[in-house]
């Protein structure tokens, strides 16, 4: 016969202190736990939902960033009229050559500085990236120092609002307009003129890459075959999406810190939820000797201590859970170790991190209410009752 639930509810209300001060230590623990998988799931989402399903990134043969790579203009001349390419209404194929480089700009989270990556591109370049979508101001004239700039930027970073200038390469650079789209890794670049930026930082001829849009998958794959295999042009070509969800890697070191510390704090988490437990089978001597006597066996009083430790943890858990609710969707930056800048993205909140927070404090309740609970089972019937 089993212990009715209400009586470890009652004991739970009657401890009001104790619980209260157990259920806060498991619930700062799952809180940490949490928001170091927030982040990871804000940025594994950004950059998975970044890049068109028919573009194929081209960098030099063994980079693994634009920004390492020397990709010649000579090298872009030759690829651009490969089978496989689309063409605009003027019969011009969509093909983009691109410079990438970092500044540094102030932002309200990194007064000392972040790096931020700057994009010299072609009027191509903005056509194929037709979900980009002005909401300040307008497109960056060519041949000026004119840029445009992510709203990820705009909004984080005052030197980079429409009307301020910034200073890099050769001069100042006016900002004169802000941009949306709906893939958040292009919200986190500066869009510039390629050859007006190409000539300030001094690159006229040695760029990064060239962005190139298939006319339908089975292109897309034949051109990446082609592209690979052709030792005349030593280049790498990619789906623009998998090149995209190779930098999810940046949040890596976020997740294994976040886990490092949530589990640390998770053993005084346990040890916390034990002396809970331990101090209640002491103060419930007599009740658990009347429970023996009553006809209720060793099993369902260890069943009984577990499952008050379990409740104890699980409301641990819900409030962890309430703690961390209010992160989802703020935005925060983090730098790539791909592109060696910063990457802006909302961290998210979802059931199934939720879900793995609660199964990570029942592990705590579990594991810090089994001794005290297996003590409980094994105390004697007439020693239970001596005690006071």
């Known amino acids: 016969m089993a212990i009715p ?10 401890r009001k202190t104790t619980t209260a001060m ?33 573009h194929i990134l081209v960098t030099r043969k063994g980079s693994d960033a634009e920004l390492s790579s020397n990709f010649h203009r000579s090298v872009y001349n030759d690829l651009r009229f490969k089978q496989g390419i689309a063409r605009d209404s003027k019969g011009e ?32 370049g903005l056509a ?29 970073n005052p030197e980079a609002r429409v009307g301020r200038k910034l200073r890099f390469g050769r001069g100042d650079w006016e900002v004169v307009g802000v941009f949306d789209s709906p893939q958040p890794a292009r919200n986190s670049e500066i869009l510039a003129d390629l050859n007006q930026a190409a000539s300030d930082f001094e690159r006229v001829e040695v760029l990064s890459s060239a962005l190139i849009r298939a006319t339908d998958d089975v292109a897309q794959q034949a051109l990446i075959n082609d592209l690979n295999y052709d030792g005349r042009l030593n280049v790498q070509a990619r789906s623009e999406k998998d090149y995209y969800q190779q930098q999810t890697s940046s949040g890596d070191l976020v997740r294994y810190l ?38 209720f066996s060793r099993r ?34 983090i730098g790539s170790n791909v592109t060696f800048a910063e990457v802006a993205f909302s961290l998210r909140v979802t ?31 007439l020693s239970a009752l001596r005690q006071v």
Not at 358 to 368: N, Q, R, T
């Open 5 to 14: 639930l209400s009586y470890n509810v009652r004991n739970l209300r009657v």
């Open 22 to 54: 157990t259920a806060l230590g498991i619930a700062l623990t799952v809180s940490v736990l949490l928001a170091a998988f927030a982040m990871v799931e804000g940025l594994r989402s950004a950059f998975e939902s970044s890049g068109h399903p028919l």
């Open 93 to 124: 194929p969509l093909a983009s050559l691109e410079m990438v480089t970092v500044i540094n700009l102030v932002s309200e989270e990194f007064p000392e500085g972040s790096n931020i990556s700057v994009r010299g591109l072609t009027a191509t």
């Open 128 to 156: 194929i990236r037709e979900e980009m979508k002005l909401t300040q101001g307008r497109w960056f004239t060519p041949g000026r120092r004119e840029v445009t700039v992510g709203s990820s930027i705009s909004r984080r």
């Open 258 to 295: 976040g886990t490092f510390v949530a589990l640390i704090m998770a053993v005084g988490s346990c040890f916390a939820a034990m002396n809970t437990m331990y101090a209640a089978v002491a103060r419930r001597s007599k009740e658990i000797g009347t429970l023996r006597v009553l006809g």
């Open 300 to 333: 369902s009083i260890l069943l009984s201590f577990l499952v008050e430790s379990l409740l104890l943890s699980i409301l641990g858990g819900a409030l962890g859970i309430a703690l961390v609710l209010p992160l989802n969707g703020l935005t925060t930056g």
């Open 351 to 381: 059931p199934e991190i939720m879900g793995k927070g609660m199964v990570f404090a029942l592990a705590m309740g579990a594991f810090g209410g089994f001794l005290p609970a297996f003590g409980a089972a094994r105390r004697q019937i």
